[in-house]
């Protein structure tokens, strides 16, 4: 079930969201630009079920973060925030 709503997520969020405003651009374009304007690098990468790839940037200090979607060469920005944070995983049944 998780596995379907992740899918689900991100072929919204790739179909939808990301095309529909015009946040896609070449990958070396956009992992520059997320470098140099807000100091951001990969923290986190995926492959999705279709291929794609999944990647989370955020800036040194977790002001900044951004998720991007590449296929091919062409990445999208599907979503970005602020106050990224590094959890370490809790084993199952253990806390929160």
């Known amino acids: 079930m998780r596995l379907i709503l ?3 997520l991100a072929a919204f969020l790739w179909a939808g969201t990301a095309d529909a405003v015009g946040l ?3 990958r070396a374009r956009v992992v520059e630009t997320l470098r140099n304007n807000y100091g951001e ?5 995926a492959t999705g079920r279709t291929g794609e790839v999944i990647e989370v ?9 951004t ?4 296929r091919g060469s062409i990445s999208c920005l599907v ?3 602020e106050n990224w944070q590094v959890v370490q995983p809790t084993p199952a049944g253990k806390g929160t």
Do not use: K, Q, Y
Not at 41 to 45: D, E, F, G, N, Q
Not at 67 to 70: F, M, R, S
């Open 24 to 26: 896609c651009d070449d």
């Open 57 to 65: 940037f955020a800036s040194r200090n977790g002001e900044t973060w």
């Open 67 to 70: 998720i991007v979607v590449t």
């Open 6 to 8: 992740a899918a689900a």
């Open 41 to 45: 690098l990969v923290v986190a990468v």
């Open 79 to 81: 979503m970005a925030g």
